[in-house]
């Protein structure tokens, strides 16, 4: 049973580039998240879906695009990407009527 | 100033001790608490989760939520150098967005 699952694991990329982060689940859940995690930031929230077809901004949503694809996946978009958009992100879902989430093991990217 | 406050530490043990983590937050929205361990390099994992006041025992786990004082704990007996990680505290409410609001994470380190 995967769980949540990302790829990829790591990227470089330089300013200006832009990159697709995938995200898929196998179990079910209709809410999907996507974080990112900043030394001393703890994780933030970038953009969420609640259902496929419906996506809200986050804490941090400046920079970046979803797509809820179908139930199973959603990808995060970076299309120019910066600098301050190195970090770690996490995919994460869960269930109907249940807050606690389950996350992915994170993609490390760094903007050079 | 932040809605969850988490000391991150790090914060270092010997084998057997007794731990206490803790975090206060300040939205008194908040009614589902949880913590979650993340080791070096991987994702967070759910360790215990709590709903509105009172304590949750799981094996070494203790999670108590005192919502008079908006504050939240973690127990760990007799921690073992396998508990040597980060702790993350996470909480969200009843109703609206349902993501989580994590504090900053304690680091924990288990000296054997």
């Known amino acids: 049973n995967a769980g949540v699952t990302q790829t990829p694991k790591f990227q470089v990329l330089k300013t200006g580039q832009s990159m697709t982060l995938q995200c898929a689940q196998d179990?079910?859940?209709?809410?999907m998240y996507w974080y990112r995690q900043d030394p001393g930031m703890g994780l933030r929230l970038i953009y969420y879906?609640?259902?496929?077809?419906?996506?809200d901004k986050g804490e941090v949503p400046n920079g970046y695009n979803v797509s809820r694809l179908n139930k199973r996946e959603f990808s995060l978009r970076l299309e120019s990407a910066a600098p301050s958009q190195t970090s770690v992100y996490f995919c994460a879902s869960s269930g109907e009527g249940y807050t606690e989430a389950f996350f992915g093991q994170g993609t490390r990217l760094t903007v050079v | 100033q932040k809605e969850v406050e988490q000391d991150p530490g790090p914060l270092s043990v010997p084998e057997g001790a007794i731990v206490s983590l803790n975090c206060t937050y300040s939205n008194s929205a908040f009614q589902y608490f949880m913590w979650y361990r993340q080791y070096s390099r991987k994702g967070p994992e759910l360790l215990m989760y709590?709903?509105?006041?009172g304590n949750k025992e799981d094996g070494r786990f203790t999670a108590q939520v005192d919502k008079s004082s908006k504050y939240i704990s973690l127990f760990i007996r007799d921690s073992q150098p396998s508990d040597s990680a980060t702790y993350l505290c996470?909480?969200?409410?009843?109703?609206?967005?349902?993501?989580?609001?994590f504090g900053s994470g304690t680091r924990l380190q288990v000296q054997p």
């Open positions: 879906s609640a259902s496929e077809g419906t996506t």
């Open positions: 996470a909480m969200s409410g009843r109703t609206g967005r349902r993501a989580l609001t």
């Open positions: 179990m079910n859940h209709n809410s």
């Open positions: 709590t709903y509105s006041s």
